[in-house]
């Protein structure tokens, strides 16, 4: 059987790590192509989009895909909604791995928000000193905010439009509580940005913000395609690849 993940995330490689090597089974992870230069992925491994859901769908029947598993960020939802109609299209099973969100704890200081440019419109008055960690994309939601400065953490580096007063650090998690806790010092950061991506990689700025007193904006997650069903980690993505394997 033939099974596509639609990839680029640390759950997506570990699936692709569990899957690696099952008899009878045909791996194919596919990457969106923003991050230059990815890891190599156990399997076949294809970069860029596919043309929309009429696209998806052609490729899952020219290839003849047993089933799909949608692995993608939590906030890539245009391909995750692609991917539900062509799955039906194509008549092909189709699971999201989504690891689960964040969630506030005693001591955090949230203030959420659905969309980079809501909270573009809340950080003035939180503070002047920002640790950006939402990404490359997206950066031109704030670059008209000329009196914050910004520290902006992505794997590769920013195109403008984008602040002004920027400084760029790029790193790849997963990122350590004592890292995080100095980065906040050392930039005398007063007010963290961030998508609600979940997981453990990136969670520590939370712990570290929480500590230091700091605000927190978070952008919440978009939503998902409806009646798709959704298992929190890899492994339980593996176990439903290999009960379609089964006679």
């Known amino acids: 059987m033939h099974?596509?993940?639609?990839g680029g995330t640390g759950e997506a490689r570990r699936l692709a790590e569990?899957?690696?090597?099952?008899?009878?089974?045909?791996?194919?992870?596919?990457?969106?192509?923003?991050?230059?230069?990815?890891?190599?992925l156990p399997g076949g491994t294809r970069v860029g989009g596919f043309g929309g859901a009429a696209g998806l769908t052609a490729w899952l029947r020219e290839h003849t895909v047993g089933a799909v598993v949608d692995a993608t960020h939590p906030f890539a939802g245009t391909i995750s909604f692609h991917a539900a109609r062509a799955a039906a299209d194509a008549r092909v099973p189709l699971l999201a791995l989504r690891r689960p969100g964040?969630?506030?704890v005693p001591g955090d200081q949230w203030y959420e928000t659905d969309s980079l440019e809501g909270a573009a419109r809340v950080l003035p008055a939180l503070g002047?000193?920002?640790?950006?960690?939402?990404?490359?994309?997206?950066?031109?939601?704030?670059?008209?905010?000329?009196?914050?400065?910004?520290?902006?953490?992505s794997v590769d580096a920013p195109e403008p439009p984008q602040p002004v007063r920027t400084e760029v650090l790029l790193d790849r998690g997963p990122f350590t509580l004592?890292?995080?806790?100095?980065?906040?010092?050392?930039?005398r950061i007063d007010v963290v940005v961030t998508?609600?991506?979940?997981?453990?990689?990136?969670?520590?700025?939370?712990?570290?913000?929480?500590?230091?007193?700091?605000?927190?904006?978070?952008?919440?997650?978009?939503?998902?395609?409806?009646?798709?069903?959704?298992?929190?980690?890899?492994?339980?993505?593996?176990?439903?690849?290999?009960?379609r394997l089964s006679p």
């Open 178 to 187: 004592d890292g995080e806790r100095e980065l906040l010092r050392r930039h």
């Open 18 to 40: 569990l899957l690696d090597g099952a008899p009878g089974l045909r791996l194919t992870s596919s990457l969106a192509g923003r991050v230059a230069g990815p890891r190599a």
């Open 128 to 153: 002047r000193r920002v640790f950006l960690t939402t990404g490359r994309m997206g950066l031109a939601a704030f670059a008209d905010l000329d009196a914050l400065w910004f520290l902006v953490r």
């Open 195 to 243: 998508k609600d991506s979940g997981g453990a990689a990136t969670a520590p700025k939370l712990t570290a913000a929480r500590e230091a007193g700091l605000p927190v904006v978070v952008v919440r997650r978009p939503p998902a395609p409806e009646g798709v069903p959704v298992v929190p980690d890899p492994e339980s993505a593996a176990r439903w690849v290999r009960e």
């Open 102 to 104: 964040w969630v506030p």
């Open 3 to 6: 099974v596509l993940i639609l």
